[in-house]
């Protein structure tokens, strides 16, 4: 979950990891460790119709998170970095 500066939406204030509830590193605005942000806008098919949901998640829980997958997380390496 993300906390943001009001009327800022670039100004992060706060961020915790939605599965173990670890605070995370922010400096200056910015998010200063690995974190996966998850969201989702549910439509018209879903049961969850209209609704927005959002998480994130420290890497810990992110890499236990992918280890119950039957198929493997596609990796592909990045020539940029965030
Ligand atoms: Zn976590």
Redesign the pocket.
């Known amino acids: 979950m993300r906390k943001y500066a009001k009327g800022d939406s670039n100004a992060l204030l706060y961020a915790a990891?939605?599965?173990?509830?670890?605070e995370l590193l922010i400096e200056n605005g910015l998010l200063k460790e690995g974190c996966f942000h998850g969201e989702q806008k549910f439509g018209y098919f879903s049961e969850k119709d209209g609704q927005n949901h959002s998480f994130d998640?420290?890497?810990?829980?992110?890499n236990k998170f992918i280890k119950m997958f039957k198929i493997p997380v596609e990796v592909r390496e990045e020539t940029e970095y965030l």
């Not at 990891?17 to 670890?22: A, F």
């Not at 998640?57 to 992110?62: H, I, Q, R, T």
């Open positions: 990891c939605n599965m173990c509830g670890k998640m420290c890497e810990a829980c992110y």
